[in-house]
């Protein structure tokens, strides 16, 4: 550019390369507009007329470089192998596209976790089997949730083509807000995915919908929430309304509408009962009713409404009873009142008028009652006071004793028992006052002593579960800790036959590898070996190639 | 053939007669070490051992190491002159890059090997997974071939060592990190895309979860095929 004189010299070479330069760089431009912003805007033509402007000079100042650039021996090899190139990649993009739809893929994890367990296949089987039954899973993945979307699908595509009558469809919440708002309070929580209901013309029956529990065991979630959804309408619980009990509409703390809530995410349905009025109008239980919920009744049962509730009881239901100490002449469960000789009588379980005091087992004060035995062998109890697990324990607040008959009609037992170090105090009036208590011989009841009991008449088929708490059921204390939640679901479970339906085991839960325990020696050696050692010894091998080429 | 199996010997011999694979054999095994340790030490008592740890590891680190094995290949050659004399001889071009390419896997598959002497450890301690391991292995290497061949192609285009690696860790980095498209683009399909062109993209959630799907085999070899056959044309271009 520069002449021996200093002096600028602009030759016709010079401005050719230049506007080739220009050409090319315009050109990649435009095109790269077009394909960020999806289609050609101001600044592509600005782009294209640039190029052409460099295009232009170059052609203008150098046309025989130009025609070499075309025609010459480069150019003819270069647009060869330009070509050949492109042929070679379209061959393989399209043997990879062939390839990624015939969607061949071997499952290489010991347990087969990316293949369909023989209950899962019961399922599928169950549903092929339903006449009726169209079932679509919803996934909601936003962008970021991509590689989660790619391992999810590996699992929901099983589903999808082990059967017709299940369908995936994937939202981007983000793009489909309006699709995404109905699940919004599920997508808040972290729950993306869910199964439904699909009617003829393909819409989803938004009313049947289970969320799909996100627990990175996707077979285990997608089979239980389809079970749950077959199952949808099978079960019902009633919740009792007539005794000035708690509200299962009620969100507030002291409301148990989460319990209600949880009930229908997982398929079971629930309704209101008002025994007062069945008692007056001389109606019975409805049939459909799996289980009653009595949650902290506030007063004491007419014989009517005992004769109603035995009616059901004589056709198989099941009652689940919480109830607290209250000392009036008219509070529920009274050690003499009516209803209390009744399920003693048939059940073999009552209530005594005692508070549950532990010295042991228990959180703020002796009245907080933490679990601190279960008897295992039922499934009310099998899931808490899991080992290594201090969630997984119940936590009652002023408890009242279940006593439980030695020789019962029906088959019973305990559930859940206080510390060896544990009494029932019969001083309640002096407990209220001075918030005190004192063990007495001969008038309290030395410990353990039970909470929670169970009681199944075989010949009937009908169950009770008795809770000598309420608290527990409320908004605010049901998810803390969580054996509280356990308890109420695996009792539910139980007693309507519901856990029986639901619960299996995936093949992932078979065969899921076991820990490793290994000494404090063999961690030091391991690490010496391989930090040390291994690339100790390539160091030595590159010092001494390094030091024979020296020499 | 002839003429790759002499080329693949000659380089391998050159791999394995120089202090600089074994400094870099020397920097992988250490880094490996520490990420086997710190899995280790957090496994015990607390969960099972990842199965795919070693492979996801080197899925990055591959980034790095893939243009130290290969820069020189080509972009020495070039740059001393003894190219000219290899074009000259009676060698086919694609008999140069073949055999140029096969020692850098053959030196990586080396390398990958001795990381086999970790899963030989967790056999002894504890219960991997080993048929997992397997696929994340299996996946590792392919995944390793097509760095090494992106790293061969920026070798063919350039006489300088440095550029090269720095052009082909530019490269390895985005097709890295392309795995992430749906952090940065709103559109999900697009993001797919984007993805679906990465290296990243067909590892992670395949081979590293335990599962070989063909597709991702197709897309790694087809990368290899893709990328020596560019180098081959760069080659070939300087007879033009």
Same mark, same amino acid.
């Given at each position: 550019?520069?002449?021996?004189?200093?002096?600028?010299?602009?030759?016709?070479?010079?401005?050719?390369?230049?506007?080739?330069?220009?050409?090319?760089?315009?050109?990649?431009?435009? %095109?790269?507009?077009?394909?960020?912003?999806?289609?050609?805007?101001?600044?592509?033509?600005?782009?294209?007329?640039?190029?052409?402007?460099?295009?232009? %000079?170059?052609?203008?100042?150098?046309?025989?470089?130009?025609?070499?650039?075309?025609?010459?021996?480069?150019?003819?090899?270069?647009t060869?192998?330009?070509?050949?190139?492109?042929?070679?990649?379209?061959?393989?993009?399209?043997?990879?596209?062939?390839?990624?739809?015939?969607?061949?893929t071997?499952?290489?994890?010991?347990?087969?976790?990316?293949?369909?367990?023989?209950?899962?296949?019961?399922?599928?089987?169950a549903?092929?089997?339903?006449?009726?039954?169209?079932?679509?899973?919803?996934?909601?993945?936003?962008?970021?949730?991509?590689?989660?979307?790619?391992?999810d699908?590996?699992?929901?595509?099983?589903?999808?083509?082990?059967?017709?009558?299940?369908?995936?469809? /994937?939202?981007?919440?983000?793009?489909?807000?309006?699709?995404?708002?109905?699940?919004?309070? /599920?997508?808040?929580?972290?729950?993306?995915?869910?199964v439904?209901?699909?009617?003829?013309?393909?819409?989803?029956?938004?009313?049947?919908?289970?969320?799909v529990?996100?627990?990175?065991?996707?077979?285990?979630?997608?089979?239980?929430?389809?079970?749950?959804?077959?199952?949808?309408?099978?079960?019902?619980?009633?919740?009792?309304?007539?005794?000035?009990?708690?509200?299962?509409?009620?969100?507030?703390?002291?409301?148990?509408?989460?319990?209600?809530?949880?009930?229908?995410?997982?398929?079971?349905?629930?309704? $209101?009962?008002?025994?007062?009025?069945?008692?007056?109008?001389?109606?019975?239980?409805?049939?459909?009713a799996?289980?009653?919920?009595?949650?902290?009744?506030?007063?004491?049962?007419?014989?009517?409404?005992?004769?109603? %509730?035995d009616?059901?009881?004589?056709?198989?239901?099941?009652?689940?009873?919480?109830?607290?100490?209250?000392?009036?002449?008219?509070?529920?469960?009274?050690?003499?009142?009516?209803?209390?000789?009744?399920?003693?009588?048939?059940?073999? $379980?009552?209530?005594?008028?005692?508070?549950?005091?532990?010295?042991?087992?228990?959180?703020?004060?002796?009245?907080? $009652?933490?679990?601190?035995?279960?008897?295992?062998?039922?499934?009310?109890?099998?899931?808490?006071?899991?080992?290594?697990?201090?969630?997984?324990?119940?936590?009652?607040?002023?408890?009242?004793?279940?006593?439980?008959?030695?020789?019962?009609?029906?088959?019973?037992?305990?559930?859940?028992?206080?510390?060896?170090?544990?009494?029932?105090?019969?001083?309640?009036?002096?407990?209220?006052r001075?918030?005190?208590?004192?063990?007495?011989?001969?008038?309290?009841?030395?410990?353990?002593?039970?909470?929670?009991?169970?009681?199944?008449?075989?010949?009937?088929?009908?169950?009770?579960?008795?809770?000598g708490?309420?608290?527990?059921?409320?908004?605010?204390?049901?998810?803390?800790?969580?054996?509280?939640?356990?308890?109420?679901?695996?009792?539910?479970?139980?007693?309507?036959g519901?856990?029986?339906?639901?619960?299996?085991?995936?093949? %992932?839960?078979?065969?899921?590898?076991?820990?490793?325990?290994?000494?404090?020696?063999?961690?030091?050696?391991?690490?010496?070996?391989?930090?040390i $050692?291994?690339?100790?010894?390539?160091?030595?091998?590159?010092?001494?190639?390094?030091?024979?080429?020296?020499? | 053939?002839?003429?790759?199996?002499?080329?693949?010997?000659?380089?391998?011999?050159?791999?394995?007669?120089?202090?600089?694979?074994?400094?870099?054999?020397?920097?992988?095994?250490?880094?490996?070490?520490?990420?086997?340790?710190?899995?280790?030490?957090?496994?015990?008592?607390?969960?099972?051992?990842?199965?795919?740890?070693?492979?996801?590891?080197?899925? +990055?680190?591959?980034?790095?190491?893939?243009?130290?094995?290969?820069?020189?290949?080509?972009?020495?050659?070039?740059?001393?002159?003894?190219?000219? +004399?290899?074009?000259?001889?009676?060698?086919?071009?694609?008999?140069?890059?073949?055999?140029?390419?096969?020692s850098?896997?053959?030196?990586?598959?080396?390398?990958?090997?001795?990381?086999?002497?970790?899963?030989?450890?967790?056999?002894?301690?504890?219960y991997? @997974?080993?048929?997992?391991?397997t696929?994340?292995?299996?996946?590792?290497?392919?995944?390793?071939?097509?760095?090494?061949?992106?790293?061969?192609?920026?070798?063919?285009?350039?006489?300088?060592?440095?550029?090269?690696?720095?052009?082909?860790?530019?490269?390895?980095?985005?097709l890295?990190?392309? @795995?992430?498209?749906g952090?940065?683009?709103?559109?999900?399909?697009?993001?797919?895309?984007?993805?679906?062109?990465?290296?990243?993209?067909?590892?992670?959630?395949?081979?590293?979860?335990?599962?070989?799907? +063909?597709?991702?085999?197709?897309?790694?070899?087809?990368?290899?095929?893709?990328?020596?056959?560019?180098?081959?044309?760069?080659?070939?271009?300087?007879?033009w």
């Amino acid at each position: 550019m520069l002449n021996r004189g200093g002096n600028i010299v602009i030759t016709r070479g010079t401005l050719g390369t230049t506007g080739s330069f220009i050409a090319g760089t315009g050109l990649i431009v435009g %095109i790269l507009s077009i394909l960020w912003g999806s289609g050609f805007s101001i600044f592509t033509g600005f782009a294209f007329v640039i190029s052409l402007t460099g295009l232009g %000079i170059w052609i203008t100042m150098t046309p025989d470089d130009f025609k070499n650039f075309i025609m010459g021996r480069q150019a003819k090899r270069g647009t060869v192998a330009v070509f050949s190139t492109l042929l070679i990649v379209g061959i393989i993009a399209m043997l990879y596209i062939f390839v990624m739809r015939t969607g061949a893929t071997i499952d290489m994890t010991q347990g087969e976790r990316f293949t369909l367990s023989p209950e899962t296949l019961d399922v599928i089987g169950a549903v092929n089997r339903s006449i009726e039954a169209r079932i679509r899973i919803t996934g909601f993945y936003a962008p970021r949730q991509l590689r989660l979307q790619e391992v999810d699908n590996q699992y929901w595509q099983l589903y999808d083509d082990a059967t017709d009558k299940i369908t995936l469809e /994937y939202i981007n919440p983000l793009t489909e807000p309006a699709k995404a708002a109905p699940y919004q309070a /599920y997508l808040a929580q972290g729950i993306n995915v869910f199964v439904a209901f699909e009617r003829e013309d393909g819409e989803v029956i938004f009313q049947s919908t289970i969320p799909v529990a996100g627990t990175n065991i996707q077979e285990r979630d997608m089979t239980e929430a389809i079970t749950r959804l077959l199952l949808r309408g099978r079960f019902k619980v009633y919740f009792e309304t007539g005794l000035d009990t708690l509200s299962a509409g009620d969100d507030s703390a002291e409301g148990s509408s989460i319990i209600n809530s949880l009930l229908r995410t997982n398929g079971i349905e629930t309704d $209101l009962l008002n025994l007062e009025q069945l008692a007056t109008s001389g109606n019975s239980i409805p049939v459909d009713a799996s289980a009653i919920i009595f949650a902290r009744p506030q007063r004491q049962l007419t014989q009517a409404e005992i004769d109603v %509730i035995d009616e059901y009881v004589q056709r198989g239901g099941a009652l689940f009873i919480f109830s607290d100490v209250i000392l009036t002449s008219d509070s529920f469960l009274q050690e003499e009142s009516m209803f209390n000789n009744y399920l003693w009588e048939t059940f073999g $379980l009552r209530g005594l008028d005692y508070v549950v005091i532990d010295e042991a087992s228990s959180q703020e004060t002796s009245t907080d $009652l933490v679990s601190a035995a279960v008897y295992p062998g039922n499934p009310v109890g099998m899931n808490l006071n899991v080992e290594n697990d201090p969630q997984s324990t119940t936590l009652f607040r002023l408890a009242r004793p279940i006593e439980v008959d030695e020789t019962p009609p029906v088959n019973n037992g305990s559930v859940i028992l206080t510390s060896p170090f544990s009494w029932a105090e019969n001083d309640i009036d002096r407990l209220i006052r001075d918030n005190s208590w004192e063990y007495n011989e001969g008038e309290d009841i030395q410990g353990p002593i039970t909470t929670v009991a169970w009681a199944n008449d075989q010949e009937t088929g009908s169950k009770l579960v008795l809770v000598g708490d309420t608290d527990f059921i409320t908004n605010g204390r049901i998810l803390s800790p969580q054996g509280n939640s356990i308890l109420f679901f695996d009792s539910i479970g139980w007693m309507t036959g519901f856990t029986e339906e639901v619960s299996f085991e995936p093949q %992932i839960l078979a065969t899921g590898l076991p820990i490793i325990f290994i000494d404090v020696q063999t961690i030091d050696l391991i690490a010496f070996t391989t930090i040390i $050692l291994m690339p100790g010894i390539m160091l030595v091998f590159a010092i001494a190639i390094w030091g024979r080429r020296l020499r | 053939m002839r003429a790759t199996w002499i080329i693949f010997r000659r380089e391998v011999s050159a791999y394995f007669s120089s202090p600089l694979a074994y400094l870099i054999a020397f920097a992988f095994l250490l880094m490996t070490g520490i990420i086997f340790n710190n899995d280790l030490a957090r496994s015990i008592t607390v969960k099972s051992v990842d199965p795919s740890l070693i492979p996801d590891f080197l899925s +990055l680190l591959m980034v790095l190491f893939a243009p130290l094995f290969t820069m020189r290949l080509l972009s020495e050659e070039s740059r001393e002159g003894t190219l000219e +004399l290899l074009l000259t001889a009676p060698v086919p071009d694609y008999s140069i890059v073949f055999g140029k390419f096969l020692s850098a896997w053959f030196y990586y598959s080396f390398l990958l090997g001795l990381t086999l002497f970790y899963q030989i450890i967790l056999v002894n301690i504890g219960y991997p @997974d080993f048929v997992h391991t397997t696929a994340s292995y299996l996946g590792i290497w392919l995944y390793g071939g097509a760095t090494l061949a992106v790293g061969l192609m920026f070798s063919a285009l350039t006489e300088n060592q440095i550029i090269a690696a720095f052009l082909s860790t530019i490269t390895l980095f985005i097709l890295w990190i392309g @795995d992430l498209a749906g952090d940065i683009v709103a559109s999900i399909d697009l993001a797919r895309v984007i993805r679906n062109l990465t290296l990243q993209g067909h590892y992670s959630t395949s081979f590293a979860v335990g599962i070989i799907r +063909l597709g991702d085999v197709v897309y790694y070899s087809g990368m290899i095929v893709i990328m020596l056959f560019l180098t081959i044309q760069f080659v070939e271009s300087r007879r033009w």
